[in-house]
């Protein structure tokens, strides 16, 4: 193992990672403990059990650059979406999301499906063939939402959520719309998250076009209503990809750092850790709070 800051090949390495050689002409590398500048101190992860997750959203990000992105960024992500829905249902062969998801899971990470391709297949009576199939693909739980179509009952939202853990998905819900009505109800809101995680879901989202119009009205006490009901740890928020930064500064200020948020870009992934840690000028840089600024 090489020292501390070097290399194998005496190559100055920082951001807490160290080169070895792994074999004749190739270099690999591995995690370690200590942090370049670890003499410092900042803010660092201490969340409670199912909050500070960070759902990134893949967009159909080509497998050699994940490879690489991932080497940079995998420590801070909890799951994947992916989102790129015409590539996953028109566009690109089984063999491309095979990889990508072994690529995913050898950093740790699980992946599930955004909700439109789910929305597509309850329109054509097959969501039991979509839920067949994901597995297949290397995924490991779906999103179940009806932000594009007409709301489920409750019992047969609850139907899905079975038939989708029976299929060996996680399973993630989505309360709020993308089209109509965006306004959220306080009460029909927490009724049904509640209703989701009792019938097995991991998480309830809360769609980014309801948070950017909760933003855009001046309504966001309604989201803190919501939250007040249920906890911080039942939802996780749709940061993007509108409402960007306000919408993510708004819910950190109110709710704190180990808010979970879902429908992150990759290119804001290491902005939003930094936004966490009050080391970002979106969130006004607060890590600095009583220093002697004006």
């Not at 067949?132 to 007409?150: N, Q, W, Y």
Request: aromatic share 8%; with cysteine.
């Amino acid at each position: 193992m090489a020292a501390p800051g070097k290399g194998a090949m005496g190559l100055h390495v920082s951001i807490g990672w160290t080169l070895t050689a792994a074999s004749e002409g190739e270099v690999s590398m591995s995690r370690q403990q200590e942090f370049a500048l670890d003499f410092l101190s900042i803010p660092q992860p201490d969340a409670k059990p199912g909050t500070r997750w960070t759902i990134m959203t893949d967009l159909a990000m080509p497998l050699a650059y994940q490879a690489s992105f991932l080497d940079t960024v995998s420590d801070i992500l909890t799951r994947v979406k992916f989102a790129e829905h015409v590539s996953l249902v028109g566009r690109l062969p089984p063999r491309f999301f095979c990889e990508k998801n072994a690529l995913y899971n050898r950093h740790g990470l699980k992946t599930f499906t955004g909700g439109v391709p789910f929305e597509i297949a309850h329109l054509q009576n097959k969501v039991q063939e979509y839920f067949s199939a994901l597995p297949k693909l290397g995924f490991a739980g779906v999103e179940i939402s009806t932000d594009c179509i007409a709301d489920l009952t409750r019992d047969g939202r609850n139907r899905l959520i079975r038939d989708a853990r029976n299929a060996g998905l996680e399973v993630y819900t989505e309360l709020g719309n993308k089209i109509g009505e965006l306004k959220l109800d306080v009460r029909a809101a927490a009724d049904c998250i509640r209703a989701d995680l009792e019938e097995g879901a991991v998480k309830v989202a809360i769609e980014n076009e309801s948070l950017c119009y909760s933003l855009k009205t001046k309504t966001l006490d309604t989201v803190a209503a919501i939250v007040a009901e249920v906890g911080i740890s039942a939802v996780a928020f749709e940061v993007g990809p509108g409402g960007w930064p306000e919408l993510p500064v708004w819910l950190l200020k109110e709710f704190g750092p180990d808010i979970n948020v879902e429908n992150l870009q990759y290119d804001r992934v290491l902005a939003f850790e930094a936004m966490r840690r009050g080391l970002h000028r979106s969130i006004g840089y607060t890590f600095f709070e009583g220093a002697g600024k004006a």
